[in-house]
T-cell receptor, first 111, second 113 residues
Framework: KQEVTQIPAALSVPEGENLVLNCSFT??????LQWFRQDPGKGLTSLLL?????REQTSGRLNASLDKSSGRSTLYIAASQPGDSATYLC??????????FGQGTRLTINP | DVKVTQSSRYLVKRTGEKVFLECVQD?????MFWYRQDPGLGLRLIYF???????EKGDIPEGYSVSREKKERFSLILESASTNQTSMYLC????????????FGQGTRLTVV
């Protein structure tokens, strides 16, 4: 059974810092891994999708890496801004694109 | 841009009512999903559909049913709403293959009183 874990559950950093969010999964036979952002009371916004054949994917100040063999992914946020404050979730497919989610990391960027 | 639209942002219903949550996507996706999200429990899959009129139970289908009469629309039905169904409901869609992105709607916050 696939399980996804995100550590830490919450993170607070000053504006401008670079930071890393972690995601680990128990079954390395995944097709892809997706990172999402969720603002309070809102839906999920897709940030990055990494295919199993890729090691990295970049979008603006975001960089996601994937190491299937170790069951880990990281989301790197450069030069953090207060607008980056949100909950970040990672998810992997469990057959037919049904997603298994981590519990999320609640990120606060302090001005 | 892919758009997944849920019919309501907020709903308040009474115990015992029949409740319909509607979701529409505009990307011709085969797969559509309904999740609920609760503090401490994360996102849990209720039902999903991989084609018109096709459905499959997720992890927590009890008390819910679904309908997919058209490819772009997926409805979640609470047959007799109960207070323990108070939650955030999220709809998602994707192409059928394993290697594509899933896209989510804005969520419906349902309160059952």
């Amino acid at each position: 059974k696939q399980e996804v874990t995100q550590i830490p559950a919450a993170l607070s950093v000053p504006e401008g810092e670079n930071l890393v969010l972690n995601c680990s999964f128990t079954d390395s036979a995944i097709y892809n891994l997706q990172w999402f952002r969720q603002d309070p009371g809102k839906g999920l916004t897709s940030l990055l999708l990494i295919q199993s054949s890729q090691r990295e994917q970049t979008s603006g100040r975001l960089n996601a890496s994937l190491d299937k063999s170790s069951g880990r992914s990281t989301l790197y946020i450069a030069a953090s801004q207060p607008g980056d404050s949100a909950t970040y979730l990672c998810a992997v497919p469990r057959g037919a694109q049904k997603l298994v989610f981590g519990q999320g990391t609640r990120l606060t960027i302090n001005p | 841009d892919v758009k997944v639209t849920q019919s309501s942002r907020y709903l308040v219903k009474r115990t015992g009512e029949k409740v319909f949550l509607e979701c529409v996507q505009d990307m011709d996706h085969e797969n559509m999903f309904w999740y609920r999200q609760d503090p401490g429990l994360g996102l849990r899959l209720i039902y999903f559909s991989y084609d018109v009129k096709m459905k499959e139970k997720g992890d927590i289908p009890e008390g819910y049913s679904v309908s997919r009469e058209k490819k772009e629309r997926f409805s979640l039905i609470l047959e007799s709403a109960s207070t323990n169904q108070t939650s955030m409901y999220l709809c998602a869609s994707s192409f059928r293959t394993e290697v594509t992105e899933a896209f989510f709607g804005q969520g419906t916050r349902l309160t059952v009183v």
